[in-house]
T-cell receptor, first 112, second 113 residues
C-alpha cells in the first residue's frame, strides 16, 4: 500500500541554521506529494506541494523537489527562524478526492 | 473566506458520556475528512465523505464511533460511550473533489476522564 516515511525528530536548531527533513514514499502510480505544517495549538496547513516528477514546490523559503528515481520529497530551508518552530508532516495523495497518507511528523524547535 | 470551522474547541467529559464533535467545511468543498491526532499514534484518518456520502470508514476505531454528513455544510463525529483512550485532538478537513489539497480546521481537543 501507499506509505510515507519521514524523519521523526524532535530536532532543535539555532536561528539561521540550514534545515533538511527527509521524506521518502512508497506508492503505486504517480502520487502528488505534500508538506504540511502544524504550528502550536493549530490545525495543519499546506506548506507546499508537487504533483509530478521533478516539480519543485516552494513557499516561505522552504523548498522540496519531487524525485521519482529516489522516491523522495525532502524539505529544505536555508536559514530557519524562530517562527518556523512547528511540526512538519510529509504526505502523499493518489490525486482527486483520494485520502492523504501522512508521515508521523517531525517536531522542529528553533532557538534564537 | 472562512476556513473550516470546528466546535467545540475543547471538550472535557467523563467516561461513558456521549460526545459530539461538529464541523463546517469550506463553502463549495465537497470532500470532508475526519482525523484523530495523538502522541502515540500520530495523525490517523478516521473517515471521509465525497458529496456527503461516506467513502472510506476503515479508520473508525470501533462501533462506538459514528460520523454523519447530512448536508454539504455540516458533519458530526459522535463517540458513544466515550472512553479515556479516546482523548485526542480531532481534526476536520475539507477539499474540492478532484483537487488534492486539504484544508484543516483548528481541531477539537477531547479529554475523557
Amino acid at each position: 500500500g501507499n506509505s510515507v516515511t519521514q524523519m521523526e525528530g524532535p530536532v532543535t536548531l539555532s536561528e539561521e541554521a540550514f534545515l533538511t527533513i527527509n521524506c521518502t514514499y512508497t506508492a503505486t502510480g504517480y502520487p502528488s506529494l505534500f508538506w504540511y505544517v502544524q504550528y502550536p495549538g493549530e490545525g495543519l496547513q499546506l506548506l507546499l506541494k508537487a504533483t509530478k516528477a521533478d516539480d519543485k514546490g516552494s513557499n516561505k523559503g522552504f523548498e522540496a523537489t519531487y524525485r521519482k528515481e529516489t522516491t523522495s520529497f525532502h524539505l529544505e530551508k536555508g536559514s530557519v527562524q524562530v517562527s518556523d518552530s512547528a511540526v512538519y508532516f510529509c504526505a502523499l495523495s493518489r490525486g482527486g478526492s483520494e485520502k492523504l497518507v501522512f508521515g508521523k511528523g517531525m517536531k522542529l524547535t528553533v532557538n534564537p | 473566506d472562512a476556513g473550516v470551522i470546528q466546535s467545540p474547541r475543547h471538550e472535557v467529559t467523563e467516561m461513558g458520556q456521549e460526545v459530539t464533535l461538529r464541523c463546517k467545511p469550506i463553502s463549495g468543498h465537497n470532500s470532508l475528512f475526519w482525523y484523530r491526532q495523538t502522541m502515540m499514534r500520530g495523525l490517523e484518518l478516521l473517515i471521509y465523505f465525497n458529496n456527503n456520502v461516506p467513502i472510506d470508514d476503515s479508520g473508525m476505531p470501533e462501533d462506538r464511533f459514528s460520523a454523519k454528513m447530512p448536508n454539504a455544510s455540516f458533519s458530526t463525529l459522535k463517540i458513544q460511550p466515550s472512553e479515556p483512550r479516546d482523548s485526542a485532538v480531532y481534526f476536520c478537513a475539507s477539499s474540492l473533489q478532484d483537487r488534492d489539497t486539504q484544508y484543516f480546521g483548528p481541531g477539537t481537543r477531547l479529554t475523557v476522564l
